[in-house]
């Protein structure tokens, strides 16, 4: 059975961190995904005992982050697809950079995290079944492209992001994150310098058990916490 999730009150949000940390193993972590939603959503999640928090943004992002100053113990998670204009901020205000879909992008924060003196942890997206509407690496080009990301020594590559596209099958979205699984599997067998594959990040509110069954390690949830988005 799916995770079913009802209208936002922000009352029930200490029932429904619990209810969905639940279903989720302690190995693996909850991203709360708070796009369009006000800092003071972030506030209530952080006080249900949330620390990590991903937008996709990066205006909104700011905006939010700057209220939010007092909570010096969050991690931020950037899941957005990423604009070459906007990689310096993003390395100013994320811990994490889940959306790098091309080496050209990499290069770029690579150079800009060594100006200024950050480290971001990052995952590869990749794009294992056709999505019109989602970037990411296709297979075979992340393969080529990973001599040349290894050597990107400001970034730590830590695994690969996947989004299963919209309106599959049960059956076909879990192929697709058994497809990730594998994918990580054999990269790691390769045995790289620097890159890692001990993250896997994929999963949302409606998939993320799936994911779970096939090794997420970081489920980012957003809808399933605090309801449904404008
Ligand atoms: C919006 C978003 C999510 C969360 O989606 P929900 O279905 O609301 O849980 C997860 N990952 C990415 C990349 C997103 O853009």
Not at 71 to 85: A, K, R, Y
Not at 88 to 96: A, G, I, Q, T
Not at 193 to 210: K, P
Request: proline content about 5%.
């Amino acid at each position: 059975m799916p995770f079913q999730f009802d209208a936002l009150s922000s009352a029930d949000l200490p029932a429904r961190v619990a209810k969905i940390q639940r279903l989720i193993p302690p190995q693996v972590r909850l991203i709360a995904v708070t796009k369009t939603f006000p800092a003071a959503v972030v506030r209530a999640a952080y006080a249900a005992g949330l620390r990590e928090f991903a937008e996709n943004k990066v205006q909104e992002a700011l905006t939010k982050q700057a209220e939010l100053g007092d909570l010096t113990d969050v991690t931020w998670h950037f899941i957005g697809h990423l604009q070459s204009n906007k990689t310096r901020k993003v390395l100013e205000s994320f811990d994490w950079v889940h959306s790098i879909d091309s080496l050209k992008l990499a290069t770029r924060l690579d150079r800009q995290a060594a100006d200024l003196g950050r480290q971001p942890n990052c995952c590869l997206q990749v794009k294992l079944a056709p999505d019109p509407t989602k970037d990411g690496f296709d297979p075979a080009e992340l393969m080529a492209a990973l001599p040349a990301l290894d050597q990107l020594c400001h970034l730590n590559i830590q695994g690969l992001m996947v989004i299963a596209p919209y309106g599959l099958q049960p059956e076909q979205t879990q192929a697709v994150f058994e497809r990730a699984q594998a994918l990580a599997a054999k990269i790691e067998q390769q045995g790289w310098q620097r890159i890692t594959m001990n993250e896997l990040s994929m999963g949302m509110s409606d998939d993320f058990e799936l994911a779970i069954a096939a090794g997420a390690t970081l489920v980012r949830i957003g809808s399933g916490l605090f309801g449904r988005r404008n």
